[in-house]
């Protein structure tokens, strides 16, 4: 993804990403689940829609250890996150 430019594509897989990376360890899935009241099936019926995507990607947000942890795994800058978020906010 170019530094200044985040398409609707590029922010869903980077979102997809930050997920996979969010699901991957066990204790900070059930994290995720518990704060953020998601159940297993919703997660599974809206894995793919924007405003959840996006909602990942706040979730990160919230906790900056997480988004610099993630942003990392994943290669990318936390800002890039953070841009990807807002595009799939876009109407």
Known sequence: ????????EAAATLSLG?????LA???RARRFLDVT????DVLRARADTPAFLA???GYLEN???DLIACAETLQVGPEELTRARRV???P
């Open 1 to 8: 993804m170019a530094p200044h430019e985040t398409n609707a």
């Open 18 to 22: 930050a997920l996979s990376w969010v």
């Open 25 to 27: 360890d066990s204790e």
């Open 37 to 40: 009241g998601i159940t297993p």
């Open 55 to 57: 909602a990942v990607i």
């Open 63 to 65: 906790h900056e250890p």
């Open 88 to 90: 799939l906010e876009r």
